[in-house]
Structure formats: structure tokens, C-alpha cells
């Protein structure tokens, strides 16, 4: 069981917008920056949002990171075929000496 | 052009050991955190360790502690995961990753492809 909550999947119509939410603690999204990752079929993971909010160069500003209290939200605009993937959140958690969380995963379908 | 390839993967019996490395290349290795990320079959990422620049500060995920270590050679621009006493639950792809890492912030900027480790008899 994840420490960070995501839902399992979400979906939207092509041209759409979804939001993925990531859910923690006090330890981990209450006191650190969130990042989040697209990982296409078949593919390595990739960095979508860093420190909270940002874009690394090359990811559309279709994808937007925000964070609130213990919670994070990824949203993503103008939903393309193309953005099918699974989406983790993720994040330093300071509890038990210090290691690193990931959420359980979102499925984002493109109907 | 930023490279990570992973290698040493493979079948292991339970009990057993294996050793995993990361060879980097495009970047100044030795200015880099680094860790091993794991992804079991058909499930999610989890972090397995990381280490600092120097080798001097490192972290484990509770489950492996006492278990794994990981190193890295500079020199050599390499990163290692020692993995002894292994688990059927051990089983994944492990991915190094180039990292970022400061105050209240820390992320994996960079990954490779992966190497799987599979744990049966």
C-alpha cells in the first residue's frame, strides 16, 4: 500500500482535461515539493512536474502541478491520444530516517 | 546526450545474490545524487536507495535495509546495487536515475531503461 493516495484511473474525452490528485502527510507533501511522472506503455518513467509546479524544458504547459496543505493535484489540458500513460506523484517523506514515496499510480484514458 | 544503462540483471534463486550496475554517461557524474528505482510486474515505482555525491549519505527503503548496498564509483562513472539475501518480492525491473536534490526538494531527473531481476527457484 502506497503512503501517497492516488485514484486508479481517470478519463476524459480527447480535447478534455483531467486532474490526478496525490494525497499524503505531514511528513512527506506537508513539508517537501512534489514531482510527478509519465510512464507511456512500454516506456521508462519521465519527469512531468518538479518542485511542485514546474515544467521541465520540453513538457507541454498543457500539464500543470499544484500542491495545497498535504495534498497535490496534476492537471492536464487539451487531452491527447498520446498523453494514455500511468501518472505517479512523488515526494521525500521525512519519517524513518528520511526515503523517497511514490503514489500508487493513475491510469489516464483518453475515450 | 544524458545516458543511463543499467545491466547485471537476471534469474536468481531465493537466498541468493546479485549485483547491478548503472554506467553513466553525457553528464558530470560525480556531481549527482543517484538512486535505484524499482517496478515489480504489472505494478507501481518504488524507490529502492540513493547516495549522495561523495558516497557518504545514502538511504534505503525499509524492506531492503540490511540487504542491499548501494555504491558508485566516480572514477568509473558508475552506480552499483549489491543485493544479497533476495525475495521473491524482489522481483522487478530496477532503473537507475539521475537525481535532483536540495532543501525540502528532491526528484529523479534522468532514468534508465532498467535491468530485470527475477527471484524464483
Known sequence: ?111 | EVQLVESGGGLVQPGGSLRLSCGASGFAFRSYWMSWVRQAPGKGLEWVANINEDGRAIYYLGSVKGRFTISRDNAKNSLFLQMNSLRAEDTAKYSCTRDVQGRYKYHFEKWGQGTLVTVSS
Open chain 1, 1 to 111: 500500500q502506497s503512503v501517497l493516495t492516488q485514484p486508479p484511473s481517470v478519463s476524459a474525452a480527447a480535447g478534455q482535461k483531467v486532474t490526478i490528485s496525490c494525497s499524503g502527510s505531514s511528513s512527506n507533501i506537508g513539508n517537501n515539493y512534489v514531482s510527478w511522472y509519465q510512464q507511456l506503455p512500454g516506456t521508462a518513467p519521465k519527469l512531468l512536474i518538479y518542485d511542485n509546479d514546474k515544467r521541465p524544458s520540453g513538457i507541454p504547459d498543457r500539464f500543470s502541478g499544484s500542491k495545497s496543505g498535504t495534498s497535490a493535484t496534476l492537471g492536464i489540458t487539451g487531452l491527447q491520444t498520446g498523453d494514455e500513460a500511468d501518472y505517479y506523484c512523488g515526494t521525500w517523506d521525512d519519517s524513518l530516517g528520511g526515503h523517497y514515496v511514490f503514489g500508487s499510480g493513475t491510469k489516464v484514458t483518453v475515450l
